[in-house]
Structure formats: structure tokens, C-alpha cells
């Protein structure tokens, strides 16, 4: 069983620029979340995805954007980065059996540390 | 507004000592409980997490965590470290409320624990 893989695993990008992260969940899971962890804090949810559709949203500014594919991978894109974008950005799937699940099991990839110059 | 708040951001132990990691959450819902451990450069796996019933919850690696409701806390602990322990901890809030962000974690900042030889 594969489990959550996340690609580039280091990106740098400067100011303004926008960029795309990747993200395929572990098999069997519909639900994908997203979350950004800045340097010493915990991670912060940024967005859900169940079923292709966002199902729950944290607070971020619309530049922060993402989208589910049929097979239940995902994306995470960021427009106009600033530099207090820097930070880990993490996946999480879980199986959502049942849409938002609050007991389930969150499953985490390893991360991409972006770094805006 | 559900939070969590650990004490202690930074947490040194022997090895072979007793390990004892403290949350506290604040909900105003029958909470579901979460530890995830996060090694350098590596995403959360996850230690434990309490839903409903036993309020004292086993995990990997031998570590445990009591739910007290009276208390609200959900401290982690383990018998005795081992150098391999030497990880960043978060405890974690599952979002059951209704609404946006429903079944998404709030996560605590974290204690890094060192193992001393």
C-alpha cells in the first residue's frame, strides 16, 4: 500500500511569482487535506477536498487555491507569493467514508518546503 | 473556538526516563484527540488518537495518553525514552463543529523532546 506522496519535496520561488504543489493520496482515500506549518508552529488547515470538491476551508486569502482529480490526487497553488508563504505545506488524506469525519484518521506526506525570496 | 495549547515547547529527558509530553484543549463538543510525532525533515505520523470510549489510549512505540474530561488534557506519556524518541510532538484537535472547517485539525506549536544519553 502507497502511501501519501507530495512533489517537488523543495521548491524556491521569489515574491509575486505563483506556484503549484502536488499531492496523491494513499489508496482508498477520497479526502485530502492541506496544511501549512511555518518554522517552530504547528501545522495550520489551509483546505479540504472530498470528492473533487472543497469541503471545508481555513483562514487563507483566495491566492490559495487547490483542486482534486478524479483519482483523488490533489494540487495546492499559490498566487502572488509573499515571502511569509515560506513555510512546510502539507497533505493529508483520509478514506472519508463519510464526507467530514471529524474521528478519522488524517494521513500525512512528508511535505514541500517552499522558500520565497 | 476549539483550541489546544502545550506546555513546555522544548522537553529533555534521560534515557530510560520517563517521558510525559502535556496538552490541553479547549472545545466546546466531546472532542477527538490526536498525538503525531513529526521527525526531522519528515511529515506527522501518527502516535495515537482518542475518539470515544477507553480514556486511556495506547499507541505505537509504546506512548499513551489519558483523555480527562475534568481536566481537559490529553497529556502523552512513556515509561521509559529511548534515543529514537528525539522528535517534535503535536497534540491535535479534531474540528467537530459544523461548518467550513469540520474534521479538520487544530494543532497545538509543538514540543520538541531531546533524549539525553
Known amino acids: 500500500e502507497t502511501g501519501v506522496t507530495q512533489s517537488p519535496t523543495h521548491l524556491i520561488k521569489t515574491r509575486g511569482q505563483q506556484v503549484t504543489l502536488r499531492c496523491s493520496s494513499q489508496s482508498g482515500h477520497n479526502t485530502v487535506s492541506w496544511y501549512q506549518q511555518a518554522l517552530g508552529q504547528g501545522p495550520q488547515f489551509i483546505f479540504q477536498y472530498y470528492r473533487e470538491e472543497e469541503n471545508g476551508r481555513g483562514n487563507f486569502p483566495p491566492r490559495f487555491s487547490g483542486l482534486q482529480f478524479p483519482n483523488y490526487s490533489s494540487e495546492l497553488n499559490v498566487n502572488a507569493l509573499e515571502l511569509d508563504d515560506s513555510a512546510l505545506y502539507l497533505c493529508?488524506?483520509?478514506?472519508?467514508?463519510?464526507?467530514?469525519?471529524?474521528?478519522?484518521?488524517?494521513?500525512f506526506g512528508p511535505g514541500t518546503r517552499l522558500l520565497v525570496l | 473556538a476549539q483550541s489546544v495549547t502545550q506546555l513546555g515547547s522544548h522537553v529533555s529527558v534521560s534515557e530510560g526516563a520517563l517521558v510525559l509530553l502535556r496538552c490541553n484543549y479547549s472545545s466546546s463538543v466531546p472532542p477527538y484527540l490526536f498525538w503525531y510525532v513529526q521527525y526531522p525533515n519528515q511529515g506527522l505520523q501518527l502516535l495515537l488518537k482518542?475518539?470515544?470510549?477507553?480514556?486511556l489510549v495506547k499507541g505505537i512505540n509504546g506512548f499513551e495518553a489519558e483523555f480527562k474530561k475534568s481536566e481537559t488534557s490529553f497529556h502523552l506519556t512513556k515509561p521509559s525514552a529511548h534515543m529514537s524518541d528525539a522528535a517534535e510532538y503535536f497534540c491535535a484537535v479534531s474540528d467537530g463543529l459544523s461548518g467550513g472547517s469540520q474534521g479538520n485539525l487544530i494543532f497545538g506549536k509543538g514540543t520538541k523532546l531531546s533524549v539525553k544519553p
Open positions: 493529508a488524506s483520509s478514506p472519508g467514508a463519510s464526507g467530514r469525519a471529524p474521528q478519522e484518521t488524517q494521513y
Open positions: 482518542y475518539t470515544t470510549g477507553a480514556t
